[in-house]
C-alpha cells in the first residue's frame, strides 16, 4: 500500500439480484424478460418484486402491479414466485465473499453492502470486490466510490451495470449538480415535490437552500440532512456491527376487494396480531403503529400513531390498530392492508426520525 492510502467507503450493489439467482438455476431465462413477484400469477394481485433488465426496457419495475406488468411484457417474458429463503442463502454466501476481502462490510439488505477500507487505489478494490463475488456466486455486481456513504451509494447508479464509479467532494458538483434532486439517495417523489413548492429543483439549488427554510419545512433534523445531501456530505464511517430492525410490516393484497368495516378491522386485527408477535421476539417495546391501506383501483395511504408510552403489550399494538381504521374513507373498497410496528432502539429513548443512511425497511 502506497503512501497515498487514505480512507474509502464503497457500496457493492448486486445487478438485477433476484432475476440473475432465478437465472442461475433456471439458465434457459438468460437473456429474457424475467419478472418476480407474488406467487408468480399474473392474473393475481400483487406487485413486482424485482425485473430483470430485459424486462425493464418495457417499463416494468419494482412495485408494480402484475396485472400492469403483464400487459406490458412481450409474449416471452417470465413471471416466477417469490422464494425468499433461496434469495437470502446466495445473500449470505455474497456477504461472505466480500468480508474475505479484508474490509469491514455494513449489510444494507440482501443485495447491496457498504465496503470501509484504507487503500491507495479503490478501484482495484472495487474490481476485486467483483472478480469475488462473481467467482464464488456467478452474480455480477456493480461498485460505487465515494468518501461518504452518500456519495458512494450514488455513484452506484453511474456504475450500472457491472461498473465501476467514483463520486467525490471533487466531482460532486460536475456530476450531479444540475440533476434533478430526485437522483439524490433519500429523496423520493414526495419529499421532491415538497422541495418544488420552495423553487428547489436541482442538486444546486438544494446546496444553496437557506437552512431555515428546509428546517422549517422538513423538521430540525431532516432540514439538516436535506440540505447536507445537496452538497454530497453524509456519513463516511462503514459500520458492521449486527443490523438491528427498527420495526416489522406484515401486509396483504386481497384477491377479493374488502367491501365493510367488518372485514377491514378483522383483517387488521389479523395483521396487528402477526406484527406485535415480530415485536415480541424482538424482546423491544413498540412505540409507534402505522396502517397502509390501498384503495380499489390503486391509491394508497398511509395513517399513523404514537403510542401514549412504549409497550410489549400485544393488545395495546393491535387496539392502536384498530383505532387507525377509524381514519381509513368510508365506503371504499379495499385490496390491500398493511400493519408496521416501529421498535424502540437499544439504548434509545424516545427514538429521533431516522434517516437513510442505513438503508429502508
Not at 123 to 152: F, M, P, W, Y
Not at 301 to 316: S, W, Y
Not at 343 to 355: C, I, Q, W
Amino acid at each position: 500500500m502506497g503512501t497515498g492510502a487514505r480512507p474509502w467507503v464503497l457500496h457493492v450493489d448486486l445487478d438485477e439480484f433476484i432475476a440473475a439467482v432465478e437465472v442461475l438455476r433456471r439458465p434457459e431465462l438468460a437473456g429474457r424478460p424475467v419478472i418476480v413477484g407474488g406467487r408468480g400469477d399474473p392474473t393475481e394481485r400483487a406487485v413486482v418484486s424485482t425485473a430483470s433488465y430485459a424486462a425493464r426496457k418495457y417499463g416494468i419495475g419494482s412495485g408494480m402491479p402484475l396485472k400492469l406488468a403483464a400487459r406490458r411484457a412481450p409474449p416471452d417474458a417470465v413471471f416466477l414466485p417469490v422464494d425468499a429463503p433461496t434469495y437470502e442463502a446466495a445473500s449470505e454466501q455474497v456477504m461472505a465473499t466480500l468480508r474475505d476481502l479484508g474490509v469491514v462490510v455494513e449489510v444494507l439488505g440482501w443485495d447491496e453492502a457498504f465496503l470501509g477500507a484504507t487503500t491507495d487505489d479503490p478501484e482495484a478494490l472495487a474490481r476485486r470486490a467483483q472478480e469475488a463475488v462473481l467467482a464464488s456466486t456467478r452474480l455480477h455486481c456493480t461498485v460505487g466510490i465515494g468518501d461518504n456513504k452518500v456519495r458512494a451509494k450514488i455513484a452506484t447508479g453511474f456504475g450500472k451495470p457491472r461498473g465501476i464509479f467514483r463520486l467525490t467532494a471533487d466531482n460532486w458538483v460536475e456530476v450531479m449538480g444540475e440533476r434533478p434532486v430526485i437522483d439524490l439517495w433519500g429523496v423520493g417523489a414526495k419529499v421532491s415535490k415538497r422541495l418544488a413548492a420552495h423553487g428547489i429543483a436541482t442538486v444546486n439549488q438544494l446546496a444553496a437552500a437557506p437552512r431555515e427554510v428546509l428546517v422549517a419545512e422538513f423538521g430540525p433534523r431532516m432540514g439538516v440532512w436535506y440540505g447536507d445531501l445537496g452538497r454530497g456530505l453524509g456519513p463516511a464511517v462503514v459500520d458492521d456491527s449486527p443490523w438491528i430492525a427498527r420495526g416489522h410490516s406484515r401486509e396483504t393484497t386481497y384477491q377479493h376487494n374488502l367491501t365493510t368495516p367488518e372485514q377491514v378491522r378483522d383483517a387488521v386485527r389479523e395483521l396487528a396480531g402477526q406484527v406485535a408477535g415480530d415485536a415480541e421476539r424482538e424482546g423491544r417495546p413498540v412505540f409507534r403503529v402505522t396502517l397502509k391501506v390501498r384503495y380499489a383501483p390503486f391509491v394508497t395511504k398511509v395513517v399513523g400513531r404514537k403510542l401514549p408510552a412504549p409497550t410489549r403489550d400485544a393488545g395495546d399494538v393491535v387496539a392502536a390498530a384498530l383505532a387507525l381504521t377509524e381514519r381509513l374513507e368510508p365506503g371504499r373498497e379495499v385490496r390491500l392492508l398493511g400493519v408496521r410496528a416501529e421498535l424502540v432502539m437499544p439504548e434509545e429513548g424516545d427514538p429521533a426520525e431516522r434517516t437513510p443512511v442505513r438503508g429502508r425497511l
